[in-house]
């Protein structure tokens, strides 16, 4: 919508002095919020962040008065287009997020629209009770997208949709008043149609439209079928028809109809929900594979027969997918063969013995009528990445390489089950006239497909296609008397489809409807009614070009460092809180900012690569901006489900963005620590003397802008290399060893945590290995955090000249520095000169974690639980960022539990927040500290003044240190000191 002002900047700068909250017109804000999880693009006016309903009522009366428009918007993971437009967007996920009332024996809780649902169920848990619509997006999707849209979920079958769930909501209409809506009886209704006011308009509009059977009729006609229950085609009318006052037993209750209306009616401020009881504990999922759609569909026919709670499609290009990430290919474990197809159908019980039986009744009717080939049934305890499988299908379909994508325009129809095996042969048929090959991945019990044709929208052909795909679903879902979106709404893509799927007649009457409401067109315009073609206003312009600048690092598998950035389709996985475990991403954990995410940052990229033209496309403060508080923890790299690598990007960009700007004297330094220790070492009593002194130390940190909080490493008396030279041969061990290692002298260990290297080197050659050290560089990971990639380049490629020489699988490298030893894995065979690509590649598999090591060994029997102590201790431990990125924490809780009465528990922390030099530098310290008091500071609090808090990487305990003021240490510390002298 065309704002009526051609400058409203002034009046925007009135405005912001004006509220609570902020209001960002700048650049970087606005790209960031032009897109949300859809393939549209459009530059907002401004974005706010109010902190009141005042905030709120303000922004409505600017948008009213300057002709503009405001967009709500929560998580921004709507896939529909409905959080993109030209006016203001209103962003509640920050400061709109407080549970206001919880009602236990009533079952209802009031929250405000920026709750996350999955937070919402933590606070519910321990009264047993939870909000039953469920997403892909739980983990950060809100409560008021989640009304906006009509969510459902894996479990509508049994639970139902939001809309089912919302008692009342209150709002603030089109003219700044309150209005609190919920169930009405006849009288009350009567007196709200006699007001004089918008509110009574409202309520005289809906009777006279809906009193008149003409109206009635058509509604009847044209809707969707009354079976399917996900049904969110245009305004819920025919949900209004089922009130006393017209056809049916309810009372009146406009949350219907607000639900799914996508912020177009009015603006929500709280929302009361109903709640259920908690389900069954006791869960088992049937996997059934199928050698076709077809079949697995019919089998859905078969599963809703039974007590199933989730019946849900997996094909094969979503599997392949899983293959590839580093993550989700850990949970293929129950994948037989190469389906064409999966059925994940879910059965709970109070017992395992109940749950089990019902999903073996399914198996035995599956055989009875032929489906399948394989019924594997998972138990409780991996139920949970069974399904995280599965839910991450929809970011997965973004590691598609190059250009064409999975797109989202026929991703979200419903029709009824009995019809839906024949639909989907039907829709097949029709995309194969298409060329297309989609993906098929449903709430098959639901009878809703989400379809993708594989589509390049840089092209304009494909543009087109975009177009004539979605037109083709429509008129074939028109015909079994579907809902043309079953969950994921309208918004810009299916909305320019309404009229044929409702008819004319019901399209005017939802313009009216909208119109009654909101006369100015100032929420949200252009979703439901009077949409623009949904093949304008895309992410990309066709014909645009890609640029494909040079860099260090080769990112040539996806085509390119913006193609990596262009592999996020904006899923939001990013946006998780800390409750919901993993690392990623720690920035916004701690900020809440969409600048921080991973998907934030991704679109800044791909905005400013692509649309701007200097000599140096990286020259951007805003890039720089935008990932300015990236910790470079490597999360993304597991966790996000299109491995979007922002640390290499991180790391390319400031190379690049450095050769304009020149490198600080901070960077300098910390980059070149090794050297800086290596002079120090020299002298470490006086090197020592000046890091520590208050007033030495203090300049120091002053003209190197360190945060004054931190302490600065000090230098062992010894470097790790002298005292191997001088103490090694003299070392207690067994005369035959059992394997020879090669031992990495990272160059932290090496100068400042030499007594943890002792350690090490000694409880290998105790426990039978000979241990090797040679002549070799440091990893090189200070000066990857920093951007010195060709000093990081150096040292990489004279590591892998030296070591693929010298180990093997019988002779392996070992490292205790997660950051640096994982380097060979992740780095290294992307930043050596094509010369040494293979050898780097092959010699990744040959370097491990000392955990991998000392795990590995013992599985084969060479490490012995009797080698350790008998006496009890406890042990809480905290994860590297890389281990847990590009590795796994298993073995580090494998060889802390060598000793046999040693328990581990993992403290459920992602990063700590030093993340290296990150935590130590004066403007991040604030955030570093942030980072570790979501999880990790108060977990170390809370432990006994007995239990070993162990951390392999040297940052954490460092990190743990200054933040809490305890001690921790290396799990090989740990075992050395458990070991039976």
């Known amino acids: 919508m065309s704002s009526n002002q051609p400058n409203l900047l002034p009046l925007l700068q009135t405005l912001s002095t004006q509220l609570e909250g902020p209001l960002q017109v700048d650049r970087l804000t606005k790209t960031l919020y032009a897109t949300d999880a859809s393939v549209y693009r459009e530059m907002p006016l401004a974005v706010a962040f109010p902190k009141s309903i005042s905030d709120i009522k303000k922004l409505i009366r600017f948008a009213y008065d300057n002709g503009t428009s405001l967009i709500p918007r929560t998580a921004g993971t709507s896939l529909a287009g409905q959080c993109v437009g030209n006016g203001i967007v209103v962003d509640v996920s920050k400061n709109f997020t407080q549970i206001l009332e919880f009602n236990k024996e009533e079952r209802w809780v009031r929250v405000q629209p920026g709750v996350v649902r999955d937070e919402l169920n933590r606070f519910l848990k321990s009264h047993g009770l939870f909000f039953s619509p469920i997403t892909s997006t739980a983990n950060r999707a809100m409560i008021g997208g989640m009304v906006g849209n009509n969510s459902s979920g894996t479990t509508s079958i ?18 700044g008043s309150e209005v609190v809506f919920g169930e009405i009886t006849q009288d009350d209704f009567d007196r709200k149609c006699g007001q004089k006011d918008l509110e009574g308009q409202i309520y005289r509009q809906i009777f006279d439209e809906l009193n008149n059977p003409e109206n009635r009729e058509e509604i009847h006609a044209q809707f969707p079928k009354k079976s399917i229950h996900r049904r969110n085609t245009g305004y819920a009318v025919d949900e209004l028809l089922k009130a006393e006052l017209f056809e049916g037993k309810e009372k009146f209750n406009f949350c219907k109809l607000l639900a799914g209306s996508e912020g177009t009616l009015a603006f929500t401020t709280e929302i009361k929900i109903s709640l259920d009881p908690l389900p069954d504990p006791i869960e088992i999922v049937v996997a059934a594979h199928f050698i076709s759609i077809h079949e697995s569909m019919k089998s ?9 709670t989730a019946v849900e499609l997996m094909d094969k290009i979503i599997l392949d997918c899983t293959k590839e990430s580093i993550e989700y290919n850990k949970n293929r474990y129950f994948v037989e063969g190469d389906p064409m197809a999966i059925l994940m159908i879910e059965f709970r019980g109070k017992t395992l013995e109940e749950a089990m039986s019902k999903g073996e009744a399914l198996v035995a009717d599956l055989k009875a009528a032929g489906y399948g080939y394989a019924y594997p049934i998972i138990e409780p305890a991996m139920v949970t990445s069974a399904w995280a499988l599965r839910a991450a299908g929809l970011g997965l379909l973004g590691n598609i390489p190059g250009d064409p994508k999975a797109v989202a325009c026929i991703e979200d129809t419903a029709v009824d089950i009995e019809d839906l095996a024949d639909y989907i042969d039907e829709l097949d048929e029709t995309l194969k006239g298409f060329n297309q090959n989609p993906v098929h991945y449903a709430h098959a019990g639901a009878g809703e497909i989400h379809m993708r044709p594989i589509l390049n929208l840089k092209k304009a052909e494909d543009v087109e296609e975009f177009y004539r795909i979605s037109l083709a679903s429509a008129k074939l879902v028109k015909k079994y008397q579907g809902s043309l979106s079953g969950e994921h709404g309208d918004g810009r893509v299916r909305a320019a489809f309404i009229p044929l799927m409702v008819g004319e007649k019901n399209y005017e009457l939802l313009r009216r409807i909208k119109f009654t409401w909101d006369p100015k067109n100032i929420f949200n315009p252009g979703k439901i009614v009077d ?22 690092l080769d990112f040539s598998s996806v085509g390119g460092i913006l193609r990596l950035a262009e592999k996020c389709n904006g899923s939001g996985d990013c946006r998780k ?12 954990m701690a900020t809440r900012n969409e600048k921080d995410t991973v998907r934030g940052r991704a679109n800044t990229l791909r905005e400013f690569l692509t649309l701007d033209k200097k000599e140096n496309i990286f020259d951007h403060p805003e890039i720089k901006e935008s990932l300015d508080l990236c910790l470079s923890c490597k999360g993304c790299t597991a966790e996000c489900p299109s491995n979007v690598d922002m640390a290499s990007i991180k790391a390319e960009f400031l190379y690049q963005y450095q050769k304009t700007h020149g490198v600080p004297l901070r960077s300098k330094a910390f ?26 130390g203090g300049l120091m940190k002053s003209l190197l802008d360190v945060a004054p909080e931190r302490n600065l490493p000090e230098i062992s008396p010894v470097s790790l290399r002298k005292w191997y030279k001088k103490n090694y041969e003299s070392l207690p061990g067994p005369a035959k060893p059992i394997k020879s290692v090669y031992f990495f002298v990272d160059e932290f260990t090496n100068h400042n945590d030499t007594q943890i290297g002792i350690k090490a080197i000694s409880l290998l050659k105790k426990l039978g290995y000979e241990v090797k050290i040679v002549d070799h560089e440091e990893s090189g990971r200070s000066a990857l955090s920093k951007g010195l990639l060709p000093k990081a380049k150096k040292h990489a490629e004279a590591n892998v000249r030296i070591f693929g020489k010298l180990i093997n699988g019988n002779t392996p490298l070992i490292g205790i520095e997660p950051s640096a030893i994982l380097s060979f894995r992740d780095e290294y065979p992307r930043i050596v000169g094509p010369e040494l690509v293979e050898d780097a590649k092959k010699l990744k598999f040959h370097v491990k974690l000392i955990d991998e090591f000392l795990a590995q060994e013992a599985a084969a029997g060479h490490i012995k639980s009797e080698s350790f102590t008998t006496k009890p201790q406890k042990i809480k431990l905290h994860g590297h960022c890389h281990q847990k990125a590009l590795s796994s924490m298993i073995w580090t809780q494998k060889i802390l539990t060598l000793p046999g009465n040693y328990t581990v528990e993992t403290i459920p922390s992602g990063c700590c927040g030093m993340a290296g030099s990150f935590g130590y530098e004066a403007e991040h310290y604030e955030v570093s500290q942030q980072v570790g008091e979501l999880v990790l500071f108060p977990a170390v609090r809370k432990a006994e003044a007995d239990t070993l808090i162990a951390a392999p990487g040297t940052s954490c305990r460092h990190q743990i240190a200054d933040g809490t003021g305890r001690k921790a240490k290396h799990p090989v510390e740990i075992l050395w000191e458990a070991l039976n002298v």
């Open 577 to 588: 809180l800390p409750g919901s475990g993993g690392t990623m991403c720690p920035s916004y």
């Open 531 to 552: 949409a623009a073609p949904m093949n304008k206003f895309l992410r990309y312009e066709p014909g645009m070009h890609t640029p494909d600048p040079e860099t260090i």
């Open 300 to 308: 859905a026919q078969v599963a809703m027969k039974h007590p199933t």
């Open 158 to 175: 049994v639970y139902g949709v939001t809309r089912d769930k919302v008692i009342s909501l209150n709002t603030i209409l089109s003219d």
């Open 671 to 696: 980059a070149y620590i090794n050297e800086l220790n290596e002079l120090g070492s020299l002298v470490p009593g006086v090197a020592n003397f000046f890091l520590n002194n208050s007033f030495t």
